[in-house]
């Protein structure tokens, strides 16, 4: 077997890249392939790669996390001494425990402490396992100072160093289109709890302008859509909340372009990456004041109190009857939106890696 000094471990990454896959699958292509692999239960663009087992990612449910984990605990190890590795990265934070294996991982967020279920997987895997990978890395790469603030309020400091190093977007994919704008308002993301769709949908059915719609993109969830979609219907505007489901990678710009503007009042966020997208787009932004969120937004976004309906139901009738509050935010994104990319956020994540190499 070749050897490698360098393993970046992608076996988490779906068929269907959201969130956590779409900052991998960017990342690596501005990381250096010499002496490296990539771990993967597919090959991924040209970069060296290691087949990971098949069914460990979400594709797979919480079963797939469950046989990702129980791989990375104990296959990863003896695969990283058979290459002779030197380092792991993970852009999740995941990796062996007590084991032998140097290495790097990100954190995203903490969100499954700040708002636990407990009988989720995921508050588990928060509480036990993730402390116990931060303690153990050489390195933890933050996506944002709200998230190395989390590390620091739920774990104490890292013996490790720790670097904020925020993520990006594909400027050649995100981009301003120069549409005609439709009548929709546009939320991007999952239907967990804390994204705080609830108070979205009843926000929205204040708005003045009745020829408005909500479109929702993103995968639906059998444990929240259902309470949603009776929501909008017992509100009445079941005909103007449309569920579109996930939305394909190519088709997302346009679908954002053209948006009356993206409304995105997460409770929390370790990051915001379609903040980030819809301002690159030249689409106005709503979204909250808190956590990651103002970090990413700056001055260029309408920032909300999330847990306020009225103040939300304000900001989408401003950005829709405002048009010198439009210009200002869409011109505000676009030059927010140039501050980050991916070549940055690569070449900082290499200066770190190589100095464990």
Same mark, same amino acid.
């Given at each position: 077997?070749?050897?490698?000094?360098?393993?970046? =471990?992608?076996?988490?990454?779906?068929?269907?890249?959201?969130?956590?896959?779409?900052?991998?699958? =960017?990342?690596?292509?501005?990381?250096?392939?010499?002496?490296?692999?990539?771990?993967?239960?597919?090959?991924?663009?040209?970069?060296? *790669?290691?087949?990971?087992?098949? @069914?460990?990612?979400?594709?797979?449910?919480? !079963? @797939?996390?469950?046989?990702?984990? /129980?791989?990375?605990?104990?296959?990863?190890?003896?695969?990283?001494?058979?290459?002779?590795?030197?380092?792991?990265?993970?852009?999740?934070?995941?990796?062996?425990?007590?084991?032998?294996?140097?290495?790097?991982?990100?954190?995203?967020?903490?969100?499954?402490?700040?708002?636990?279920? !407990?009988?989720?997987?995921?508050? *588990?895997?928060?509480?036990?396992?993730?402390?116990?990978?931060?303690?153990?890395?050489?390195?933890?790469?933050?996506?944002?100072?709200?998230?190395?603030?989390?590390?620091?309020? $739920?774990?104490?400091?890292?013996?490790?160093?720790?670097?904020?190093?925020?993520?990006?977007?594909?400027?050649?994919?995100?981009?301003?289109?120069?549409?005609?704008?439709?009548?929709?308002?546009?939320?991007?993301?999952?239907?967990?709890?804390?994204?705080?769709?609830?108070?979205?949908?009843?926000?929205?059915?204040?708005?003045?302008?009745?020829?408005?719609?909500?479109?929702?993109?993103?995968?639906?969830?059998?444990?929240?859509?259902?309470?949603?979609? &009776?929501?909008?219907?017992?509100? @009445?505007? @079941?005909? &103007?909340?449309? $569920?579109?489901?996930?939305?394909?990678?190519?088709?997302?710009?346009?679908?954002?372009?053209?948006?009356?503007?993206?409304?995105?009042?997460?409770? *929390?966020?370790?990051?915001?990456?379609?903040?980030?997208?819809?301002?690159?787009? /030249?689409?106005?932004?709503?979204?909250?004041?808190?956590?990651?969120?103002?970090?990413?937004?700056?001055?260029?976004?309408?920032?909300?109190?999330?847990?306020?309906?009225?103040?939300?139901?304000?900001?989408?009738?401003?950005?829709?009857?405002?048009?010198?509050? !439009?210009?200002?935010?869409?011109?505000?994104?676009?030059?927010?939106?140039?501050?980050?990319? !991916?070549?940055?956020?690569?070449?900082?994540?290499?200066?770190?890696?190589?100095?464990?190499?």
């Amino acid at each position: 077997m070749d050897t490698a000094s360098l393993l970046i =471990n992608l076996s988490f990454v779906p068929t269907k890249p959201t969130g956590l896959a779409v900052y991998a699958l =960017n990342l690596i292509q501005h990381l250096p392939q010499d002496n490296s692999r990539i771990l993967c239960d597919r090959p991924i663009s040209n970069y060296p *790669w290691l087949p990971s087992p098949a @069914g460990a990612t979400t594709d797979s449910g919480k !079963w @797939g996390h469950a046989r990702r984990l /129980g791989w990375t605990q104990f296959q990863l190890p003896r695969l990283y001494r058979q290459l002779g590795a030197k380092l792991l990265f993970s852009p999740v934070p995941e990796a062996p425990l007590w084991s032998a294996c140097r290495s790097v991982v990100t954190v995203h967020d903490l969100i499954p402490l700040h708002f636990p279920r !407990w009988g989720s997987p995921l508050t *588990w895997y928060s509480r036990y396992y993730l402390p116990q990978v931060i303690r153990q890395a050489e390195h933890v790469i933050c996506d944002s100072e709200s998230t190395l603030r989390d590390i620091y309020h $739920f774990f104490g400091a890292p013996p490790g160093q720790t670097t904020v190093v925020p993520l990006a977007y594909d400027a050649s994919h995100y981009r301003f289109l120069d549409l005609p704008r439709q009548p929709y308002f546009l939320y991007v993301g999952s239907h967990y709890t804390y994204k705080n769709l609830e108070r979205m949908i009843a926000a929205f059915a204040q708005v003045s302008l009745r020829e408005t719609k909500l479109l929702i993109a993103g995968a639906p969830d059998p444990r929240y859509t259902p309470s949603l979609q &009776r929501q909008a219907e017992a509100l @009445g505007v @079941g005909d &103007r909340v449309q $569920f579109l489901a996930y939305v394909p990678y190519d088709d997302l710009p346009r679908l954002i372009n053209q948006a009356i503007a993206l409304v995105f009042p997460s409770l *929390w966020e370790g990051f915001g990456l379609p903040v980030l997208e819809a301002m690159a787009c /030249g689409t106005p932004v709503i979204t909250s004041n808190l956590a990651s969120l103002p970090e990413v937004a700056g001055d260029a976004a309408l920032l909300i109190d999330p847990y306020n309906v009225g103040e939300l139901t304000e900001a989408m009738n401003a950005v829709s009857r405002d048009r010198p509050l !439009w210009l200002r935010l869409q011109q505000a994104g676009l030059n927010r939106a140039r501050q980050f990319s !991916w070549a940055t956020t690569g070449r900082l994540t290499s200066d770190i890696l190589q100095q464990y190499l």
